[in-house]
């Protein structure tokens, strides 16, 4: 090893610095989905939930990412848009949190992931979604809790990823997508 008199001994103080960063425990929460760390995880239940729309079930015995965040809003945010049902005795869960009102799945409505719902200032406010060569607008009725899940007011479904479009099949379709592909890449940006 060299003496702390070498000229050698800042550059392998460096090294030995940066490899103990590297397998230090903590190095495995890095950043995940579009630059923002998971705040934390969510232990599963399970309980009864509506697999429609291929949505996820919680299992017990997983745990599930939760994030307070969301990737930066541009004019062309890159997000991955679920659909959802807005309708009462759906796959949803409780009503939307911008107006504690169901909304028919005819209704060009999305819920947002945590970071970009933003505590609800985005709450009816219109968004462009482009995917499949098409544009259209949506309003944005509710959050897609990409927090809490596992609970009857999430219908036991995990978390959403933070980078999610959640919407209506009305949405869909006027993209000309079919619901069942489940997941789809987009872009969207605030109308």
């Not at 903590?26 to 939930?49: E, M, N, T």
């Amino acid at each position: 090893m060299a003496s702390s008199d070498s000229p050698l001994f800042p550059l392998i103080t460096m090294l030995l610095v940066a490899a103990l960063v590297l397998v230090h425990p903590a190095a495995s929460h890095r950043p995940l989905i579009g630059g923002c760390q998971a705040s934390g995880y969510l232990p599963g239940k399970s309980g009864h939930c509506d697999p429609g729309f291929d949505s996820d079930c919680c299992q017990p015995g997983k745990s599930y990412p939760q994030y307070r965040c969301s990737p930066p809003v541009s004019g062309h945010t890159r997000a991955q848009l679920t659909v959802n049902c807005f309708e009462e005795n759906c796959d949803g869960g409780a009503p939307s949190e911008c107006d504690g009102q169901y909304h028919s799945d005819k209704d060009m409505v999305v819920a947002l992931s945590t970071g970009w719902y933003h505590g609800g200032s985005r709450c009816h406010k219109m968004i462009r979604i482009n995917g499949n060569g098409r544009s259209v607008v949506a309003k944005v009725v509710d959050e897609c809790d990409s927090v809490n899940g596992c609970d009857d007011d999430h219908d036991f479904q995990p978390p959403c990823p933070n980078n999610v479009v959640d919407g209506s099949p009305a949405v869909w379709a006027a993209l000309g997508i079919d619901t069942d592909v489940g997941v789809y890449d987009i872009t969207w940006s605030d109308e």
